[in-house]
């Protein structure tokens, strides 16, 4: 089955400084990447996705890229801001035959920006 | 659209009782999941539904578990009976699957379940 790798585990950065987030999978059938945000106590919402046939997708201070080659896609967050405080999931999901899709979890990066 | 909807939002129970956890999801999505979270194990996938159908179930942890779910718009998942270890956030999680093209899984706000 897929299994997914997510560094570092916890991540302090200065406000306004960039934070990079590495995930490796090992399932070369997977197609589609999203990452969630997890705010303490709620629930994981969905901040950017990437396809397979997309190196690079941006969205405002969020950037993912993805290396289909080394099975490797990172978060990137720029000028980051008190509020981007949270835990951070990479996800690798790939369509089963059949039909329905399954998404593996990465273990979470605890980022904390601090002022 | 009112996204995810899980009940109850908290559970407090003795070990031995039996637990239903509810869920319905987005309209017109037509994969569902139910994840377990606790601060060990992180985020895993308990079973999922394709068409009402389980696709996946062996990430459920023991025979006290079981999920169903009886049309596109609810699903229940349960445990009987009931253990401490149990105690953990039980997220439903919805999505549209067609074909070859994956689409984001949407979650609800969970239910905090702890087991006394």
């Known amino acids: 089955g897929e299994n997914v790798e997510q560094h570092p585990s916890t991540l302090s950065v200065q406000e306004g400084d960039s934070a990079v987030i590495k995930c490796t999978y090992s399932d070369s059938a997977s197609n589609y990447f999203p990452w969630y945000k997890q705010e303490l106590g709620k629930r994981p919402q969905l901040i950017i996705d990437i396809r397979s046939n997309v190196g690079e997708k941006k969205d405002q201070r969020i950037a993912v890229t993805l290396n289909k080659t080394a099975k490797h896609f990172s978060l990137h967050i720029t000028e980051t801001q008190p509020e981007d405080s949270a835990v951070y999931f990479c996800a690798a999901i790939y369509v089963l035959t059949g039909g329905g899709n399954k998404l593996t979890f990465g273990t979470g990066t605890q980022l904390k920006v601090e002022l | 659209d009112a996204g995810v909807i899980q009940s109850p939002r908290h559970e407090v129970t003795e070990m031995g009782q039996e637990v239903t956890l509810r869920c319905k999801p987005i309209s017109g999505h037509n994969s569902l999941f139910w994840y377990r979270q606790t601060m060990m194990r992180g985020l895993e996938l308990l079973i999922y539904?394709?068409?009402?159908?389980?696709?996946?179930d062996s990430g459920m942890p023991e025979d006290r578990f079981s999920a169903k779910m009886p049309n596109a718009s609810f699903s229940t998942l349960k445990i009987q009976p009931s253990e401490p270890r149990d105690s953990a956030v039980y997220f439903c999680?919805?999505?549209?699957?067609?074909?070859?093209?994956?689409?984001?899984?949407?979650f609800g706000d969970g239910t905090r379940l702890s087991i006394l």
């Open positions: 999680a919805s999505s549209l699957s067609s074909g070859l093209t994956n689409q984001p899984q949407h």
């Open positions: 539904f394709n068409n009402n159908v389980p696709i996946d």
